[in-house]
């Protein structure tokens, strides 16, 4: 059945269902507490591949969905604490009735005082209950907000990767799309600047007439921009009251203090940290497989099978990287595709069999040519001694793709060595080499 929002029946069930909705509230808070805790370490483990291998667009959804997860939590705990005293100050009032200021036998200015401040018990609990049901909904909107802000940073990466353009190419054309994405760019930020000023002063620039005429525009390219044509009504329900505005002003400086003071963290050493990467007097256990405990420990850039090798041969693993292929192409221009095929692609791309047939000809044919170019580019050391290595592609155990490689070490021996990663790079003119990696082990012939 249709409901029409103007009759009184279906007002009267907005009513009695308002005066019941605290059941429902507790209900859905706990459950998506429990949820939310539970999908939160998922959640991180996806953020942290997705910043491993630098995949911008993964990075933006997993962060902002974290960031969705715990403005949520943090929420729905204060909601749940707060309606747990509205409770119990309803458990309270039924026993004790209000408060009895005469009961208290206090002083005149004691009482006079305590009655300007508190006034009587039912004018608490109402207090509670405004706070606990703006809450439950306030969740929502200040996650409106947060991805409203996220869809800013991603208009601005959309002109960055698909109008501006690192290289010159085409002339004049591209210097035409350089000029009219850096004023796209510029228009963006002026009307998010905007758009800001109006939000924390609560709508100033719509109540000037001169001033809404050109800022109305504005606002109708950011609520396309913001996606705030689908929570706009809960914007204005808050702001059309004095709780909400009041309400609003608070909880986005605590948010920004949680972030700030979330920040912090202890120091115990002026030398040593447990992120410093591994070097001759620090092994940092992302450098070795066996202490790779789970999913979300990842190799940062290489790694050989344990700290002690009992073996007559190392295994070297290091991660693949999408920076790996643009400093491959510099040392070797023919490997640069005209199509660069990195980046999302759709599966329901359909090719010939013939062309299917001509791109793995081609790419079989170059694929040599790019490990003999990353052999080349990259060069082993252990204590300063150069291996000759020949990596190939594989995955490691957390099925991430990579380069491997065994070296011959029966001649080494027993007892501390330092492995050492170079790759050599272009700086200007020159060719120069830098340690990529070092990873200290301990060699031990198994008798």
Same mark, same amino acid.
């Given at each position: 059945?249709?409901?029409?929002?103007?009759?009184?029946?279906?007002?009267?069930?907005?009513?009695?269902?308002?005066?019941?909705?605290?059941?429902?509230?507790?209900?859905?808070?706990?459950?998506?507490?429990?949820?939310?805790?539970?999908?939160? *370490?998922?959640?991180?483990?996806? /953020?942290?591949?997705?910043?491993?291998?630098?995949?911008?667009?993964?990075?933006?959804?997993?962060?902002?969905?974290?960031?969705?997860?715990?403005? /949520?939590? =943090?929420?729905?705990?204060?909601?749940?604490?707060?309606?747990?005293?509205?409770?119990?100050?309803?458990?309270?009032?039924?026993?004790?009735?209000?408060?009895?200021?005469?009961?208290?036998?206090? #002083?005149?200015?004691?009482?006079?005082?305590?009655?300007?401040?508190?006034?009587?018990?039912?004018?608490?609990?109402?207090?509670?209950?405004?706070?606990?049901?703006?809450?439950?909904?306030?969740?929502?909107?200040?996650?409106?907000?947060?991805?409203?802000?996220?869809?800013?940073?991603?208009?601005?990466?959309?002109?960055?990767?698909?109008?501006?353009?690192?290289?010159?190419?085409?002339?004049?054309?591209?210097?035409?799309?350089?000029?009219?994405?850096?004023?796209?760019? @510029?228009?963006?930020? =002026?009307?998010?600047? /905007?758009?800001?000023?109006?939000?924390?002063?609560?709508?100033?620039?719509?109540?000037?007439?001169?001033?809404?005429?050109?800022?109305? *525009?504005?606002?109708?390219?950011?609520?396309?921009?913001?996606?705030?044509?689908?929570?706009? *009504?809960?914007?204005?329900?808050?702001?059309?009251?004095?709780?909400?505005?009041?309400? #609003?002003?608070?909880?986005?400086?605590?948010?920004?203090?949680?972030?700030?003071?979330?920040?912090?963290?202890?120091?115990?050493?002026?030398?040593?940290?447990?992120?410093?990467?591994?070097?001759?007097?620090?092994?940092? *256990? %992302?450098?070795?497989?066996?202490?790779?405990?789970?999913?979300?420990?990842?190799?940062?850039?290489?790694?050989?099978? #344990?700290?002690?090798?009992?073996?007559?041969? @190392?295994?070297?693993?290091?991660?693949?990287?999408?920076?790996?292929?643009?400093?491959?192409?510099?040392? %070797?221009?023919?490997?640069?595709?005209?199509?660069?095929?990195?980046?999302?692609?759709?599966?329901?791309?359909?090719?010939? #069999?013939?062309?299917?047939?001509?791109?793995?000809?081609?790419?079989?044919?170059?694929?040599?040519?790019?490990?003999?170019?990353?052999?080349?580019?990259?060069?082993?050391?252990?204590?300063? !001694?150069?291996?000759?290595?020949?990596?190939?592609?594989?995955?490691?155990?957390?099925?991430? =793709?990579?380069?491997?490689?065994?070296?011959?070490? !029966?001649?080494?021996?027993?007892?501390?060595? @330092?492995?050492?990663?170079?790759?050599?790079?272009?700086?200007? !003119?020159?060719?120069?080499?830098?340690? /990529?990696?070092?990873?200290?082990?301990?060699?031990?012939?198994?008798?």
């Amino acid at each position: 059945m249709k409901n029409n929002h103007e009759s009184s029946v279906f007002k009267e069930l907005l009513d009695k269902l308002q005066q019941e909705s605290w059941q429902l509230e507790l209900l859905i808070s706990g459950f998506a507490i429990f949820g939310l805790f539970t999908s939160i *370490p998922q959640v991180e483990q996806y /953020l942290l591949a997705a910043n491993f291998d630098n995949r911008i667009t993964e990075i933006l959804f997993w962060f902002a969905l974290k960031i969705c997860c715990w403005i /949520l939590i =943090f929420n729905l705990l204060i909601h749940v604490v707060l309606r747990g005293l509205w409770i119990g100050a309803l458990g309270l009032r039924y026993v004790s009735g209000d408060i009895d200021y005469e009961e208290l036998n206090y #002083s005149p200015k004691f009482t006079k005082f305590l009655q300007r401040k508190i006034g009587s018990f039912d004018k608490y609990i109402a207090t509670l209950e405004n706070y606990c049901s703006i809450l439950f909904a306030i969740s929502f909107l200040l996650i409106f907000y947060f991805l409203a802000c996220i869809s800013f940073i991603v208009s601005i990466l959309l002109i960055v990767f698909f109008v501006l353009k690192p290289e010159i190419t085409n002339g004049s054309l591209d210097t035409v799309k350089n000029v009219f994405g850096g004023l796209l760019i @510029l228009f963006i930020i =002026f009307g998010a600047f /905007l758009t800001f000023i109006d939000f924390i002063t609560q709508g100033f620039l719509k109540k000037k007439k001169w001033l809404s005429r050109f800022y109305f *525009p504005l606002y109708r390219f950011y609520s396309v921009i913001t996606f705030s044509f689908l929570y706009r *009504p809960l914007v204005y329900n808050f702001l059309d009251n004095k709780f909400g505005r009041r309400l #609003s002003f608070i909880l986005v400086p605590i948010f920004v203090s949680v972030l700030f003071f979330s920040s912090y963290q202890y120091r115990n050493s002026n030398y040593l940290s447990v992120d410093r990467s591994s070097s001759l007097n620090y092994a940092n *256990p %992302n450098n070795y497989e066996d202490l790779l405990q789970n999913n979300s420990d990842f190799v940062k850039i290489a790694a050989i099978p #344990s700290k002690v090798i009992t073996t007559p041969y @190392l295994k070297i693993f290091m991660l693949f990287k999408e920076n790996i292929e643009d400093r491959l192409f510099k040392f %070797n221009k023919g490997l640069k595709p005209l199509n660069d095929l990195r980046g999302l692609e759709s599966e329901f791309i359909f090719t010939t #069999s013939s062309q299917i047939r001509i791109n793995y000809k081609k790419r079989d044919s170059l694929l040599k040519v790019y490990f003999k170019t990353f052999n080349e580019v990259h060069d082993v050391y252990i204590d300063d !001694k150069k291996y000759t290595s020949d990596f190939i592609g594989t995955t490691n155990q957390n099925k991430k =793709f990579g380069f491997e490689t065994y070296l011959d070490i !029966k001649e080494l021996k027993e007892g501390k060595h @330092l492995l050492k990663i170079t790759r050599k790079q272009k700086k200007k !003119k020159d060719t120069v080499r830098y340690a /990529l990696v070092k990873i200290p082990f301990w060699h031990y012939k198994n008798n």
